[in-house]
């Protein structure tokens, strides 16, 4: 029997599901209740924040700009 974990058993699902969550706990200043998710535009993918659920700290996110891009560079 096949290990569950084994890179052969992910869908992409699975594959995109656990790069926005290893997004997600590497940038520990994004709120819980900010919705992180990805898009596709065009051949580009497009890793989206939606602060709808905590405007008031849109601020103070975006005053952290560089280790947000730097963070998503490094997972690729």
């Known amino acids: 029997m096949a290990d569950q974990h084994s890179p052969a058993n992910y869908t ?20 819980k209740n900010c919705k992180l998710f990805r898009e596709l535009w065009n051949r580009s993918t497009v890793l989206c924040l939606d602060f709808e659920n905590c405007p008031n700290l849109l601020d103070q996110v975006m005053g952290q700009s560089f280790l947000l891009l730097l963070v998503a560079h490094y997972l690729g």
């Open 12 to 31: 992409s699902a699975d594959l995109e599901k656990a790069a926005l969550s290893r997004f997600r706990s590497l940038i520990s200043f994004l709120p």
